[in-house]
């Protein structure tokens, strides 16, 4: 069986990290092989897999239609058993040569809990033209699916893997613990994530001055760069400047997040639903205990008082509480941590993503018939 993958590039992101994450995995299987379509030659990541299988079909444009024939004529050539999409403009381009070709299509388009998918919002029109095309529609949660309104037989929740390799190298947390001048007795709460209007940066900043005005021996750490970081900066009131710091973009951010003993993803709700975080799959995997906003599929990976907490979008003061809980309590940052990892484990590890791919793909090469209506499925 022949894949074919295709994605706007490899720039540092969520899907971009997936797609490689699941690229890997089945690397390692004999059911399988793949190609996969780069839309641009701008990477973050190393690609593990050969040049050969790698195609540059470079857009001159965000929307360029001249990506069209040359992708006919890689499909036309190379004939994969299945079209895999990552982004939504890789479905617009992919949906109809994949029907002209005979190609089954997964539409991976799908990457979070959208608040746009309403009338003609870009989203949902290029959701309404590329479905109808779509032997399958993959989210990487369910959420992300009720979401676009999606219950029929061809819609599949894979939830996103961890690499747990990924961590088997991480740098000693003493060695940051002491670059930032730390004792064994502070207490490191951090966030990671970009700079940009999809973050509740400014509830996470407002509540660590909450959390510090008591008293706590803690510092807050903010792990990313992007558009809004100077905005943010500003955000901090002087006295609390040496206790919340900005360390811009960390290229091994697994390493800082060794060094945690809290993390925190806050999500501005006004303009995201979270889909499945890589950011809080890495806490977990680091066994560091999570706290989040309550939106899209965060409920789907965190178990809220077993693992972590779910706040309120832009509620201050219960994530002020929920900090200042797990500072005073190492034994429930300890509990916590692990029960994250074992949530990690048990139901997000690489192998069970790669394997539900595997199992949705030979079934769509096996069932050429539709099948009949019924809600998502766990592939």
Known sequence: MLVVYAIDSLRSGGKERQLLELIRGVSA??????KLVVFSREADFPVPTPSSDIHYIIRKFKKDPSVLLPLFKLLRRCRPDVLHSWSTMTSVYCAPLAKMLGIKFVNGMIRDVRTDFKPFSEFYLRGKFTFPFSDAIVSNTFAGLRACGLDDARAHCIHNGFDFSRIDSVEDPNRLRK?????STTVAVGMVATFSRY???ETYIRSAEDVLESGRKVVFFCVGGGPMLESCKALVRPEFRGFIVFTGHQP???????MLDIGVLLTNTNHLHEGLSNSLMEFMALEKPVIATDCGGNRELIAPGRSGFLVRPFDRKGLASGIAS????AGLRKTMGQAGKEIIKENFSLGKMTDSYLRLYESLLENSEESPAGRPRRA
């Open 29 to 34: 299987s004999d059911r399988i092989s793949h």
């Open 179 to 183: 670059r930032y001048r730390m004792d």
């Open 199 to 201: 973050r509740d940066w």
């Open 326 to 329: 797990l500072v005073e309590d």
């Open 252 to 258: 091994r951010v697994e390493d800082f997040v060794n």
